[in-house]
């Protein structure tokens, strides 16, 4: 048989059991309001902070002036301290302002590598790595080039990355391989302007490619033709 427990009896356990575990209760309230209003704050200073770096931002950038070299000083200093999005656009403006004012290429590529620490957002860092790789192609650093492109990770992006994939090659006299790239770059590629650009240069590569070839055939023929001297040589001998 079941043991009903009277009214009194219940009121008598709530009291006991409030008694042994009030100081748990009081905690875990405590830590909850403290994780909420954490929260809130956290993320008020957040949107506060977004907003202040974005007004300095911008001021930095009215700043700018490419007849004085000095001007952009204080956009890197922004940029190295900041820890928002917007010291990520200020790398990208200072870096521009040392590769078209500066023709400071390496100082570019710094200021973009630093930029990639700032943020996860993959089409951001995308745009930085090929930013990244026109300079170390302007460097002549193919190879460095070719392994920031292959960091690349958006689709979005795939014909640019074939397209400077294409010039590099050139560059290296790996003309299939640059012809391939250029074929790579046309089929994701989405605005005619662009296609012109590349058929023209997949042109010139294969024009190249088939030079190229031309002359391993009449290398290849020599190589042989001296062999075949060498050998009727040591035959008269």
């Known amino acids: 048989m079941s043991h009903q427990l009277t009214p009194e009896e219940q009121f008598s356990e709530i009291k006991e059991f409030f008694a042994k575990k009030w100081k748990i209760m009081v905690a875990v309230i405590v830590i909850g309001l403290l994780a909420f209003y954490g929260w809130h704050y956290w993320q008020s200073y957040k949107v506060d902070k977004s907003i202040e770096s974005s007004e300095r931002y911008e001021q930095l950038i009215a700043k700018l002036d490419n007849s ?3 001007s952009v000083n204080e956009l890197v200093a922004f940029a190295k301290k900041d820890d928002t999005i917007y010291s990520v ?4 403006n200072a870096a521009k302002f040392y590769v078209d004012v500066l023709k400071d290429y ?3 590529q710094v200021l973009l590598t630093d930029s990639l620490k700032k943020t996860d957002a993959e089409p951001v860092k ?3 790595y090929i930013r990244i790789a026109r300079l170390q192609y302007q460097q002549e650093k193919y190879q460095d080039s070719l392994t920031s492109l292959g960091k690349v990770s958006e689709q ?3 014909t640019i990355v074939n397209d400077i994939r294409g010039d590099i090659f050139v560059k290296m006299t790996r003309y299939s391989d640059a012809v391939d790239a250029y074929n790579l770059a046309l089929t994701s590629s989405s605005t005619n302007e662009l296609k012109t650009n590349i058929k023209m240069k997949l042109n010139e590569a294969q024009y190249l490619k088939a030079k190229q070839d ?3 055939i009449k290398d290849k023929a020599e190589q042989e033709s001296q062999g075949n001297n060498v050998a009727t040589e040591e035959s008269k001998n």
């Open 106 to 108: 390496a100082g570019a």
């Open 156 to 158: 979005s992006w795939m």
């Open 68 to 70: 004085n070299p000095d």
């Open 126 to 128: 995308a745009i930085a």
């Open 214 to 216: 031309e002359q391993a």
């Open 89 to 92: 656009f200020a790398s990208f």
